[in-house]
Protein backbone atom coordinates (compact mmCIF):
# COMPACT_ATOMS: atom_id res chain seq x y z
CA UNK A 1 0.00 0.00 0.00
CA UNK A 2 3.03 2.41 0.50
CA UNK A 3 4.47 1.81 -2.03
CA UNK A 4 1.58 2.52 -4.00
CA UNK A 5 1.17 5.95 -1.94
CA UNK A 6 4.48 6.96 -3.02
CA UNK A 7 4.48 5.43 -6.75
CA UNK A 8 1.54 7.79 -7.04
CA UNK A 9 2.67 10.81 -4.88
CA UNK A 10 5.67 10.01 -7.78
CA UNK A 11 3.53 10.71 -10.52
CA UNK A 12 1.57 13.38 -8.77
CA UNK A 13 4.87 15.69 -8.84
CA UNK A 14 5.88 14.67 -12.29
CA UNK A 15 2.59 15.66 -13.96
CA UNK A 16 2.66 19.09 -11.80
CA UNK A 17 6.67 19.53 -13.20
CA UNK A 18 5.48 18.89 -16.41
CA UNK A 19 2.18 21.05 -16.37
CA UNK A 20 4.85 23.61 -14.92
CA UNK A 21 7.39 23.51 -17.68
CA UNK A 22 4.94 23.57 -20.25
CA UNK A 23 3.34 26.96 -18.88
CA UNK A 24 6.54 28.08 -18.95
CA UNK A 25 7.58 27.11 -22.76
CA UNK A 26 4.60 28.78 -23.56
CA UNK A 27 5.45 31.87 -21.44
CA UNK A 28 8.81 31.99 -23.80
CA UNK A 29 6.74 31.32 -27.09
CA UNK A 30 4.78 34.02 -26.37
CA UNK A 31 7.45 36.30 -24.88
CA UNK A 32 9.76 35.81 -28.15
CA UNK A 33 6.48 36.87 -30.29
CA UNK A 34 7.30 40.56 -29.38
CA UNK A 35 10.72 40.36 -27.85
CA UNK A 36 14.59 39.77 -28.90
CA UNK A 37 16.37 36.41 -27.90
CA UNK A 38 19.34 39.04 -25.79
CA UNK A 39 16.38 39.63 -23.29
CA UNK A 40 15.03 36.39 -22.33
CA UNK A 41 18.07 35.89 -19.61
CA UNK A 42 16.45 38.70 -17.85
CA UNK A 43 12.66 36.95 -17.24
CA UNK A 44 11.52 35.29 -14.10
CA UNK A 45 10.26 32.25 -16.18
CA UNK A 46 13.85 31.60 -17.68
CA UNK A 47 15.09 31.32 -14.18
CA UNK A 48 13.42 28.62 -12.93
CA UNK A 49 14.99 25.07 -13.47
CA UNK A 50 14.38 22.59 -16.44
CA UNK A 51 14.33 18.98 -16.65
CA UNK A 52 16.60 17.29 -19.68
CA UNK A 53 13.31 17.15 -21.58
CA UNK A 54 12.65 20.55 -20.69
CA UNK A 55 16.00 22.01 -21.53
CA UNK A 56 15.74 20.32 -25.10
CA UNK A 57 11.84 21.40 -26.15
CA UNK A 58 13.49 25.03 -24.77
CA UNK A 59 16.40 24.73 -27.03
CA UNK A 60 14.12 23.85 -29.48
CA UNK A 61 11.77 27.04 -29.19
CA UNK A 62 15.24 29.31 -28.68
CA UNK A 63 16.64 28.48 -31.89
CA UNK A 64 14.07 28.67 -33.98
CA UNK A 65 13.41 32.44 -32.76
CA UNK A 66 17.63 32.62 -33.57
CA UNK A 67 17.23 31.86 -36.78
CA UNK A 68 14.34 34.32 -37.38
CA UNK A 69 16.42 36.73 -36.19
CA UNK A 70 19.53 35.67 -37.55
CA UNK A 71 17.39 35.91 -41.19
CA UNK A 72 15.71 39.68 -40.16
CA UNK A 73 19.20 40.94 -39.96
CA UNK A 74 21.31 39.66 -42.60
CA UNK A 75 18.99 38.15 -45.23
CA UNK A 76 19.11 41.56 -47.09
CA UNK A 77 23.16 41.37 -46.83
CA UNK A 78 23.14 37.77 -48.01
CA UNK A 79 21.32 39.01 -51.23
CA UNK A 80 23.15 41.57 -52.14
CA UNK A 81 26.68 39.07 -50.89
CA UNK A 82 27.89 41.99 -48.22
CA UNK A 83 28.34 42.61 -45.11
CA UNK A 84 28.88 45.87 -43.17
CA UNK A 85 30.61 46.31 -39.67
CA UNK A 86 31.75 49.34 -38.48
CA UNK A 87 32.69 51.29 -41.68
CA UNK A 88 33.66 48.08 -43.36
CA UNK A 89 32.59 46.19 -46.11
CA UNK A 90 33.13 42.38 -47.00
CA UNK A 91 31.79 41.52 -50.00
CA UNK A 92 31.75 37.87 -50.93
CA UNK A 93 30.33 35.30 -54.04
CA UNK A 94 29.45 31.77 -53.69
CA UNK A 95 29.13 28.77 -55.68
CA UNK A 96 26.39 25.70 -54.70
CA UNK A 97 27.57 22.34 -55.22
CA UNK A 98 25.52 18.78 -55.11
CA UNK A 99 22.23 17.95 -53.65
CA UNK A 100 21.35 18.97 -49.77
CA UNK A 101 22.37 16.21 -47.70
CA UNK A 102 19.70 14.75 -45.05
CA UNK A 103 22.50 16.45 -42.33
CA UNK A 104 22.67 20.13 -43.78
CA UNK A 105 25.31 21.71 -46.62
CA UNK A 106 29.04 22.02 -46.42
CA UNK A 107 30.70 25.71 -46.30
CA UNK A 108 33.66 26.14 -47.50
CA UNK A 109 35.39 29.88 -46.59
CA UNK A 110 37.74 30.18 -48.94
CA UNK A 111 40.39 33.67 -48.75
CA UNK A 112 41.56 35.09 -51.61
CA UNK A 113 45.85 35.86 -51.74
CA UNK A 114 47.33 39.59 -52.83
CA UNK A 115 47.66 41.32 -49.44
CA UNK A 116 49.42 44.91 -49.34
CA UNK A 117 48.86 45.81 -52.55
CA UNK A 118 46.84 48.23 -55.08
CA UNK A 119 42.89 47.20 -54.30
CA UNK A 120 42.19 46.29 -57.63
CA UNK A 121 45.03 43.65 -57.51
CA UNK A 122 43.46 42.18 -54.41
CA UNK A 123 39.83 41.98 -56.43
CA UNK A 124 41.30 40.07 -58.88
CA UNK A 125 43.08 37.88 -56.58
CA UNK A 126 39.49 37.26 -54.96
CA UNK A 127 38.01 36.82 -58.28
CA UNK A 128 40.35 34.52 -59.42
CA UNK A 129 39.26 32.88 -55.85
CA UNK A 130 35.92 32.38 -56.41
CA UNK A 131 36.61 29.64 -59.39
CA UNK A 132 39.69 27.91 -58.02
CA UNK A 133 38.39 25.20 -55.71
CA UNK A 134 34.90 23.03 -56.53
CA UNK A 135 34.10 20.68 -53.61
CA UNK A 136 31.71 18.06 -54.82
CA UNK A 137 29.04 18.93 -52.06
CA UNK A 138 28.53 22.67 -50.31
CA UNK A 139 28.45 25.97 -50.17
CA UNK A 140 31.73 27.72 -51.73
CA UNK A 141 32.02 30.68 -50.47
CA UNK A 142 34.90 33.32 -51.34
CA UNK A 143 34.39 36.37 -49.40
CA UNK A 144 36.60 39.88 -50.34
CA UNK A 145 38.69 40.67 -47.63
CA UNK A 146 37.91 44.28 -45.83
CA UNK A 147 41.12 45.29 -46.01
CA UNK A 148 44.06 45.41 -48.33
CA UNK A 149 46.93 45.17 -45.76
CA UNK A 150 49.27 42.23 -45.58
CA UNK A 151 47.87 40.51 -42.46
CA UNK A 152 44.14 41.31 -43.98
CA UNK A 153 42.91 37.65 -43.11
CA UNK A 154 43.81 38.02 -39.38
CA UNK A 155 42.94 41.94 -38.22
CA UNK A 156 41.04 42.54 -35.57
CA UNK A 157 37.51 42.30 -36.60
CA UNK A 158 37.19 39.54 -38.89
CA UNK A 159 36.22 37.28 -36.62
CA UNK A 160 32.92 39.47 -36.33
CA UNK A 161 32.77 39.23 -40.40
CA UNK A 162 33.08 35.57 -40.40
CA UNK A 163 30.26 34.71 -37.41
CA UNK A 164 28.11 36.69 -39.36
CA UNK A 165 28.62 34.91 -42.78
CA UNK A 166 28.40 31.22 -40.85
CA UNK A 167 25.34 32.16 -39.25
CA UNK A 168 23.85 33.63 -42.05
CA UNK A 169 25.02 30.58 -44.52
CA UNK A 170 23.11 28.52 -41.77
CA UNK A 171 20.07 30.11 -42.13
CA UNK A 172 20.06 31.34 -45.46
CA UNK A 173 21.47 27.61 -46.77
CA UNK A 174 20.97 25.23 -44.84
CA UNK A 175 24.24 24.70 -43.72
CA UNK A 176 25.31 22.35 -41.09
CA UNK A 177 27.08 23.76 -38.34
CA UNK A 178 29.00 21.05 -38.11
CA UNK A 179 30.17 21.00 -41.85
CA UNK A 180 31.81 24.42 -41.76
CA UNK A 181 35.98 24.08 -43.23
CA UNK A 182 38.54 26.91 -43.61
CA UNK A 183 40.61 27.44 -46.48
CA UNK A 184 43.01 29.94 -48.14
CA UNK A 185 45.76 30.64 -50.63
CA UNK A 186 49.21 32.81 -50.32
CA UNK A 187 47.77 35.78 -48.28
CA UNK A 188 45.12 33.61 -47.83
CA UNK A 189 46.65 30.53 -46.89
CA UNK A 190 48.05 33.33 -43.89
CA UNK A 191 44.76 33.95 -43.02
CA UNK A 192 44.31 29.95 -42.61
CA UNK A 193 47.59 29.42 -40.34
CA UNK A 194 45.78 32.66 -37.61
CA UNK A 195 42.32 32.08 -38.13
CA UNK A 196 42.23 28.09 -37.92
CA UNK A 197 43.26 27.96 -34.23
CA UNK A 198 41.70 31.29 -33.40
CA UNK A 199 38.27 30.32 -34.16
CA UNK A 200 39.29 26.28 -33.47
CA UNK A 201 35.78 25.66 -31.96
CA UNK A 202 33.97 26.99 -35.62
CA UNK A 203 35.78 24.60 -38.34
CA UNK A 204 35.37 20.97 -39.06
CA UNK A 205 38.57 21.23 -41.05
CA UNK A 206 41.20 23.50 -42.49
CA UNK A 207 44.06 23.35 -45.54
CA UNK A 208 46.42 26.12 -45.68
CA UNK A 209 48.07 26.64 -49.13
CA UNK A 210 51.26 28.76 -49.98
CA UNK A 211 50.42 30.80 -46.41
CA UNK A 212 53.31 31.94 -43.97
CA UNK A 213 52.55 31.34 -40.52
CA UNK A 214 54.40 34.27 -38.30
CA UNK A 215 53.77 33.67 -35.16
CA UNK A 216 50.76 31.53 -35.11
CA UNK A 217 50.44 28.27 -32.40
CA UNK A 218 48.97 25.04 -33.47
CA UNK A 219 48.35 23.95 -30.31
CA UNK A 220 44.34 24.96 -30.50
CA UNK A 221 44.48 22.72 -33.56
CA UNK A 222 43.47 19.44 -31.55
CA UNK A 223 39.98 19.22 -32.81
CA UNK A 224 40.65 20.62 -36.29
CA UNK A 225 41.95 18.30 -38.89
CA UNK A 226 44.49 20.14 -40.90
CA UNK A 227 46.47 20.61 -43.46
CA UNK A 228 49.66 22.48 -45.16
CA UNK A 229 50.21 22.75 -48.61
CA UNK A 230 53.37 23.96 -50.18
CA UNK A 231 55.52 24.64 -53.32
CA UNK A 232 59.28 22.94 -52.95
CA UNK A 233 60.60 26.14 -53.94
CA UNK A 234 58.26 28.80 -52.60
CA UNK A 235 61.55 30.26 -50.74
CA UNK A 236 59.61 34.09 -50.17
CA UNK A 237 60.00 34.64 -46.98
CA UNK A 238 60.85 31.37 -46.24
CA UNK A 239 57.72 30.00 -46.35
CA UNK A 240 58.80 26.45 -47.89
CA UNK A 241 61.16 26.10 -44.50
CA UNK A 242 58.44 27.10 -42.47
CA UNK A 243 55.32 24.98 -43.42
CA UNK A 244 57.81 21.49 -42.55
CA UNK A 245 58.76 23.23 -39.46
CA UNK A 246 55.17 23.58 -39.33
CA UNK A 247 54.30 20.17 -40.07
CA UNK A 248 57.26 18.57 -37.49
CA UNK A 249 55.10 20.63 -35.48
CA UNK A 250 51.91 18.52 -35.66
CA UNK A 251 53.60 15.48 -35.52
CA UNK A 252 55.16 16.47 -32.55
CA UNK A 253 51.95 17.42 -31.35
CA UNK A 254 49.77 14.34 -32.38
CA UNK A 255 52.70 11.76 -30.97
CA UNK A 256 51.58 13.17 -27.65
CA UNK A 257 48.07 13.14 -28.22
CA UNK A 258 47.44 10.40 -30.37
CA UNK A 259 43.54 10.99 -31.49
CA UNK A 260 43.83 14.82 -31.83
CA UNK A 261 46.16 16.86 -34.58
CA UNK A 262 44.70 14.85 -37.15
CA UNK A 263 47.27 16.44 -40.39
CA UNK A 264 49.13 16.11 -43.38
CA UNK A 265 52.09 18.45 -44.53
CA UNK A 266 52.30 18.67 -48.46
CA UNK A 267 55.51 19.66 -50.17
CA UNK A 268 55.01 19.97 -53.98
CA UNK A 269 57.95 18.90 -55.78
CA UNK A 270 59.54 21.61 -58.30
CA UNK A 271 56.71 23.73 -58.02
CA UNK A 272 56.95 27.40 -56.13
CA UNK A 273 54.15 29.90 -55.31
CA UNK A 274 51.69 28.08 -57.96
CA UNK A 275 51.18 24.86 -57.30
CA UNK A 276 49.38 23.81 -60.96
CA UNK A 277 45.99 23.08 -58.47
CA UNK A 278 48.06 19.95 -57.08
CA UNK A 279 46.03 21.19 -53.66
CA UNK A 280 42.87 20.73 -55.32
CA UNK A 281 42.80 16.97 -53.17
CA UNK A 282 42.27 19.18 -49.73
CA UNK A 283 38.61 19.68 -50.67
CA UNK A 284 37.58 16.00 -50.66
CA UNK A 285 40.07 15.34 -47.88
CA UNK A 286 38.63 17.91 -45.68
CA UNK A 287 34.93 16.75 -46.35
CA UNK A 288 35.60 14.10 -44.71
CA UNK A 289 35.93 15.20 -41.12
CA UNK A 290 32.64 16.94 -38.94
CA UNK A 291 33.03 19.54 -35.81
CA UNK A 292 33.37 18.10 -32.24
CA UNK A 293 31.72 20.59 -31.13
CA UNK A 294 31.75 19.46 -27.40
CA UNK A 295 35.43 17.53 -27.18
CA UNK A 296 36.77 15.75 -23.98
CA UNK A 297 39.48 17.61 -23.99
CA UNK A 298 40.19 21.28 -24.70
CA UNK A 299 43.59 23.07 -25.03
CA UNK A 300 43.39 26.80 -25.92
CA UNK A 301 46.02 29.50 -26.48
CA UNK A 302 44.81 32.99 -27.05
CA UNK A 303 46.28 34.15 -30.08
CA UNK A 304 46.27 37.50 -30.90
CA UNK A 305 43.31 38.58 -31.19
CA UNK A 306 41.46 37.33 -27.49
CA UNK A 307 38.58 35.49 -27.60
CA UNK A 308 35.84 34.90 -24.73
CA UNK A 309 35.14 31.20 -25.56
CA UNK A 310 36.10 28.29 -26.53
CA UNK A 311 34.39 24.90 -26.91
CA UNK A 312 32.82 24.74 -23.24
CA UNK A 313 35.19 26.82 -21.63
CA UNK A 314 34.92 30.48 -20.95
CA UNK A 315 37.02 33.09 -19.59
CA UNK A 316 36.18 37.41 -18.43
CA UNK A 317 37.97 39.26 -21.71
CA UNK A 318 39.57 41.75 -19.25
CA UNK A 319 41.71 38.94 -18.23
CA UNK A 320 42.97 37.60 -21.15
CA UNK A 321 45.89 38.28 -23.13
CA UNK A 322 47.80 36.72 -26.37
CA UNK A 323 49.82 33.24 -25.21
CA UNK A 324 47.54 32.59 -22.03
CA UNK A 325 46.40 28.81 -22.20
CA UNK A 326 44.17 26.47 -20.62
CA UNK A 327 44.01 22.82 -20.56
CA UNK A 328 40.93 20.88 -19.15
CA UNK A 329 39.56 17.45 -19.89
CA UNK A 330 35.85 15.86 -19.12
CA UNK A 331 35.54 12.38 -17.31
CA UNK A 332 32.43 11.49 -16.77
CA UNK A 333 30.80 14.05 -14.21
CA UNK A 334 34.56 15.60 -13.37
CA UNK A 335 36.17 18.61 -15.22
CA UNK A 336 39.73 18.62 -14.39
CA UNK A 337 41.33 21.69 -15.08
CA UNK A 338 44.95 20.46 -15.91
CA UNK A 339 46.81 24.07 -17.03
CA UNK A 340 45.21 27.35 -16.09
CA UNK A 341 46.99 31.06 -16.60
CA UNK A 342 43.87 32.64 -15.67
CA UNK A 343 42.69 33.50 -12.47
CA UNK A 344 38.71 32.51 -13.08
CA UNK A 345 37.08 30.41 -15.67
CA UNK A 346 33.32 29.28 -16.56
CA UNK A 347 32.31 25.71 -17.48
CA UNK A 348 29.75 25.65 -19.39
CA UNK A 349 27.92 22.31 -19.33
CA UNK A 350 24.35 20.88 -20.87
CA UNK A 351 23.60 16.98 -21.32
CA UNK A 352 25.01 16.12 -24.29
CA UNK A 353 28.39 16.32 -22.28
CA UNK A 354 27.40 15.39 -18.57
CA UNK A 355 24.43 14.00 -16.31
CA UNK A 356 23.21 17.18 -15.39
CA UNK A 357 20.73 15.47 -12.87
CA UNK A 358 23.42 14.45 -10.74
CA UNK A 359 26.24 16.64 -9.17
CA UNK A 360 29.30 17.99 -11.23
CA UNK A 361 32.86 17.98 -9.94
CA UNK A 362 35.32 20.90 -11.01
CA UNK A 363 39.00 20.33 -9.90
CA UNK A 364 42.23 22.14 -10.71
CA UNK A 365 45.38 19.68 -10.75
CA UNK A 366 43.45 17.27 -7.86
CA UNK A 367 41.77 20.00 -5.96
CA UNK A 368 38.06 20.72 -5.99
CA UNK A 369 36.62 23.66 -7.06
CA UNK A 370 33.12 23.03 -7.46
CA UNK A 371 31.27 20.37 -6.11
CA UNK A 372 27.12 19.99 -6.81
CA UNK A 373 24.26 20.07 -9.06
CA UNK A 374 24.02 22.52 -11.44
CA UNK A 375 20.64 23.88 -12.34
CA UNK A 376 19.91 24.19 -16.15
CA UNK A 377 17.86 27.43 -17.17
CA UNK A 378 16.12 28.96 -20.22
CA UNK A 379 17.99 32.12 -19.43
CA UNK A 380 21.32 30.22 -19.87
CA UNK A 381 20.19 28.63 -23.18
CA UNK A 382 18.95 31.67 -24.33
CA UNK A 383 22.24 33.74 -23.47
CA UNK A 384 24.83 30.83 -24.92
CA UNK A 385 22.60 30.67 -28.15
CA UNK A 386 22.97 35.08 -28.72
CA UNK A 387 26.82 34.73 -27.55
CA UNK A 388 27.92 32.14 -29.55
CA UNK A 389 25.37 32.00 -32.68
CA UNK A 390 25.64 28.27 -32.09
CA UNK A 391 22.77 26.02 -31.68
CA UNK A 392 25.28 23.49 -31.04
CA UNK A 393 27.59 25.26 -28.78
CA UNK A 394 24.19 26.20 -26.77
CA UNK A 395 24.58 25.44 -22.73
CA UNK A 396 21.71 25.01 -19.95
CA UNK A 397 24.27 25.53 -17.31
CA UNK A 398 27.64 27.04 -16.12
CA UNK A 399 29.62 26.58 -13.22
CA UNK A 400 31.99 30.03 -12.51
CA UNK A 401 35.37 28.73 -10.65
CA UNK A 402 38.73 30.68 -9.23
CA UNK A 403 41.95 29.12 -9.92
CA UNK A 404 43.89 31.03 -7.61
Known sequence: ???????????????????????????????????????????????????????????????????????????????????????????????????KPADGRSLYISMHGGGNAPEALNTQQWQNQIRLYEPAEGVYVAPRAPWDDWNMWFKPGLDEFFEALIQTAIVEMGVNPDKVYLLGYSAGGDGVWRMAPRMADRWAAASMMAGHPGEASQVNLRHVPFMIWMGENDGAYDRNKLAVAKGNVLDSLQQVEPEGYIHETHIVKGKGHWMDRADTVAIAWMAKYKRNALPK????????????????????????????????????????????????????????????????????????????????????????????????????????????
Not at 373 to 380: A, H, L, Q, S
Open 297 to 404: EIVWRQEEVVRPSMYWLGVNPADARPGMTVVAELAGNEVKIVKSDYPKLRVYLNDKMVDMDKPVKVTYQGRTLFEGKVERTMGCLAKTLQERGDRELMFSGYVDVEIK
Open 1 to 99: MKMIKFGLALFLVTLIAGRAFAQNVGKLKNYLEKNKLESVAGQGFAEKKLTATGARDAGIVLVEAWEKEIKEKYHRSWGLKTFNREGLQMKFDYRVFGE
